[in-house]
């Protein structure tokens, strides 16, 4: 029987946790027939400005003491959140400060965003490299949170890795901060601007659902640090953009994380879930993969990254852990014998199982090897959660020889692995 490949398993989790928590834009409306007169937003305004100054300061005082808590600069907060809804206000330049503050208020919610699951990592060398022990790396996770209404929103966390020895993820910030919104027309196509000068920290910054096509959340982001051709590095995330009814594929683009764009990729194989970008050009155009048919990982190229038609199968079904569908865990990552691509396979009674692949280096159409065993699979003491019997990940990063492989587990909380890159080729075939 074929080996499986070995594991080392470290005693690092991270867990959900229901204190953290984000001030996020919220407005009520009325539903279709009731919908014939005012506005509820412009209701509930006429009954904010129609309290007596003593009462006013006492709401006010309440929220600005409840959000002090867990968040930063509470009064500017309210005070941007005001000027967002300011134009479906009439006659919103009319209002005091105390007003305005009270009203941004009224049009926020304060949201646990990783109240019920913080899961499907992935990570990618860190911009700063610098003040590190000998041969430790630094590096950045985004995690896929799950709050209230099983909404998902993208969390990051920064650590440290030194191969062969320990992993280390740093203490989140307590406080966390919405970015600041700022959005092309076009709605559902929108290119989106997120800028996050208010966080002080990686750890501090939440992506939440802000289009239409993301009402429902923006799920499983494979980061990917990809270094063009002139030498310049850029921050790329795939991710699914899920609005309750249709998913698709969306890119987020940032180069040190402090801001970021949203935007919408387009073609016939962008409309599912689970594409990965290549971390460079091959052959001088931009290489995905991608799952579009729900079943197999298809290889894909275009000299335009927003636009991604047709593509050839690469990896289907072969073993009994992936029956029922392979798709990829991440970004391919280079190594010197071609792009290792981790993998899962979906098998009996729905486990997800993570496997690994070899492509070609120069052709990575060409598949050159697999593992016909699991990689890694649900263990007994690490199977039951939200989703029972999976284990996922959507990015590894490889340190010279050695592989640190963050997984998700039952889709409710994240663990850590590594192995030797050398090992996993030699249980190949």
């Given at each position: 029987m074929t080996e499986r490949a070995k594991l080392t398993f470290h005693d690092v989790t991270l867990r959900p946790d229901p204190s953290r928590t984000v001030v996020r834009p919220f407005e009520p409306g009325y539903p279709a027939g009731f919908d014939q007169g005012e506005t509820r937003t412009q209701e509930v305004v006429d009954m904010i400005v129609a309290l007596d100054a003593p009462e006013l300061q006492r709401q006010l005082d309440g929220i600005t003491h409840s959000l002090d808590e867990n968040h930063r600069d509470v009064d500017a907060l309210l005070r941007r959140r005001f000027d967002e809804v300011a134009g479906r206000i009439t006659r919103a330049d009319r209002f005091e400060d105390d007003q305005r503050r009270l009203i941004g208020a009224y049009f926020s919610q304060e949201y646990a965003y990783e109240a019920a699951a913080l899961f499907n990592p992935s990570a990618v060398l860190h911009p700063d490299q610098s003040?590190?022990?000998?041969?430790?790396?630094?590096?950045?996770?985004?995690?896929?949170?799950?709050?209230?209404?099983?909404?998902?929103?993208?969390?990051?966390?920064?650590?440290?890795?030194?191969?062969?020895?320990?992993?280390?993820?740093?203490?989140?910030?307590?406080?966390?901060?919405?970015?600041?919104?700022?959005?092309?027309?076009?709605?559902?196509?929108?290119?989106?601007?997120?800028?996050?000068?208010?966080?002080?920290?990686?750890?501090?910054?939440?992506?939440?659902?802000?289009?239409?096509?993301?009402?429902?959340?923006?799920?499983?982001?494979?980061?990917?640090?990809?270094?063009?051709?002139?030498?310049?590095?850029?921050?790329?995330?795939?991710?699914?953009?899920?609005?309750?009814?249709?998913?698709?594929?969306?890119?987020?683009?940032?180069?040190?994380?402090?801001?970021?764009?949203?935007?919408?990729?387009?073609?016939?194989?962008?409309?599912?879930?689970?594409?990965?970008?290549?971390?460079?050009?091959?052959?001088?155009?931009?290489?995905?993969?991608?799952?579009?048919?729900?079943?197999?990982?298809?290889?894909?190229?275009?000299?335009?990254?927003?636009?991604?038609?047709?593509?050839?199968?690469?990896?289907?079904?072969?073993?009994?852990?992936?029956?029922?569908?392979?798709?990829?865990?991440?970004?391919?990552?280079?190594?010197?014998?071609?792009?290792?691509?981790?993998?899962?396979?979906?098998?009996?009674?729905?486990?997800?199982?993570?496997?690994?692949?070899?492509?070609?280096?120069?052709?990575?159409?060409?598949?050159?090897?697999?593992?016909?065993?699991?990689?890694?699979?649900p263990s007994p003491h690490e199977r039951d959660g939200y989703v029972p019997n999976v284990v996922y990940s959507c990015g590894a990063m490889v340190h010279g020889r050695d592989l640190m492989l963050p997984y998700a587990v039952a889709d409710s909380f994240t663990a850590f692995a590594t192995a030797s890159v050398d090992d996993l080729l030699s249980v190949m075939e």
């Open positions: 003040g590190l022990p000998d041969g430790a790396v630094r590096f950045v996770m985004a995690l896929r949170g799950i709050g209230e209404g099983h909404v998902s929103s993208v969390t990051f966390r920064t650590g440290a890795w030194t191969p062969g020895g320990a992993i280390a993820v740093d203490d989140p910030s307590p406080v966390s901060v919405a970015p600041i919104i700022e959005r092309t027309d076009g709605d559902d196509n929108a290119v989106v601007h997120l800028r996050c000068g208010g966080s002080r920290s990686i750890s501090e910054t939440v992506i939440f659902p802000i289009l239409p096509s993301q009402r429902q959340g923006v799920e499983d982001m494979r980061l990917v640090r990809f270094v063009d051709d002139d030498g310049s590095v850029t921050y790329y995330g795939t991710y699914t953009a899920f609005s309750g009814s249709e998913a698709r594929s969306e890119l987020l683009t940032g180069v040190d994380f402090q801001s970021f764009q949203m935007r919408k990729l387009t073609g016939d194989a962008s409309g599912g879930k689970g594409m990965a970008l290549f971390p460079r050009r091959v052959g001088g155009r931009y290489a995905m993969l991608g799952r579009h048919d729900s079943k197999n990982v298809w290889m894909l190229f275009s000299d335009d990254i927003l636009h991604w038609e047709g593509g050839t199968k690469l990896v289907t079904p072969r073993y009994p852990w992936e029956f029922v569908q392979v798709g990829n865990c991440g970004s391919p990552i280079e190594i010197d014998e071609g792009w290792l691509v981790l993998t899962h396979g979906v098998g009996t009674v729905r486990n997800y199982c993570i496997g690994a692949c070899l492509l070609d280096k120069d052709d990575p159409s060409k598949l050159l090897a697999r593992t016909p065993r699991p990689v890694l699979a």
